[in-house]
Each structure stands twice: as structure tokens, then as C-alpha cells.
Nanobody, 124 residues
Framework: QLQLVESGGGLVHPGGSLRLSCVTS????????IGWFRQAPGKEREGLSC????????TYADSVQGRFTISRDKAKRTVSLQMNNLKPEDTAIYYC?????????????????WGQGTQVTVSS
């Protein structure tokens, strides 16, 4: 059973940056595509980015393309999300999730394991 723990959230001013980390344990980390999602109050959960297990290819939602960067450190079993030029509308709880698929999927139901989430608040 794969476990995921997010960290790195916090309060940041508009235009600022944060780096979220997702540390995995308990299973064969290299055989899971890992995605980042977020959920703002009163809104549905939104898929943001994903990195595949096969070739580290990445995907991004239009809302974060060019501002967020996903990366993987296999030695540390960590997937990070670098978030730059943050906006108030980026305020949400951010989750990482792992899929039993090797390649990224657009379907949230493809992700089988979820972390507990970390709060990101962008406010002046």
C-alpha cells in the first residue's frame, strides 16, 4: 500500500512562490504516475499536473501552465510542485495522488492513493 505525505503549503503574497513536496513510502514508488490536485472551498477538485512513471513526461492544466513545474527525485521518493507567480485564485488545499497506471491520466478515478493535503493561501 502506497502512502503519500504532502508538505510545503502556507501563506504567500500574490506573485510569490511556494514549493510543495510529496513524499511516498510503502510500495514500489517507481511504478506509479504521480499527480497534483487542488480543491478550493465550494469547488470541485481540479487536476493540476502529473508526472509519468515511464519517462517522466509531464502534463499541466491550462490554469497553471507556465507557472507550475512538477518534478521527481527518485532517490528521495519525492515529487515536487514548484509554484511561481501565485494568484489569489490558487488558494486551495493541494493534494498529491498516485495511480497504479504508469502514464498520466486525465481521470481522477485513475488515482488510487491520496495524501492528506496541504493548505495554500495566496493573499495580500
Amino acid at each position: 500500500q502506497l502512502q503519500l505525505v504532502e508538505s510545503g503549503g502556507g501563506l504567500v503574497h500574490p506573485g510569490g512562490s511556494l514549493r510543495l513536496s510529496c513524499v511516498t513510502s510503502g510500495s514500489t514508488y517507481d511504478y506509479h504516475a504521480i499527480g497534483w490536485f487542488r480543491q478550493a472551498p465550494g469547488k470541485e477538485r481540479e487536476g493540476l499536473s502529473c508526472i509519468s512513471a515511464m519517462d517522466d513526461s509531464t502534463t499541466y492544466a491550462d490554469s497553471v501552465q507556465g507557472r507550475f513545474t512538477i518534478s521527481r527525485d527518485k532517490a528521495k521518493r519525492t515529487v515536487s510542485l514548484q509554484m511561481n507567480n501565485l494568484k489569489p485564485e490558487d488558494t486551495a488545499i493541494y493534494y498529491c495522488a498516485a495511480s497504479d497506471l504508469l502514464y498520466c491520466s486525465d481521470y481522477e478515478k485513475s488515482y488510487d492513493y491520496w495524501g492528506q493535503g496541504t493548505q495554500v493561501t495566496v493573499s495580500s
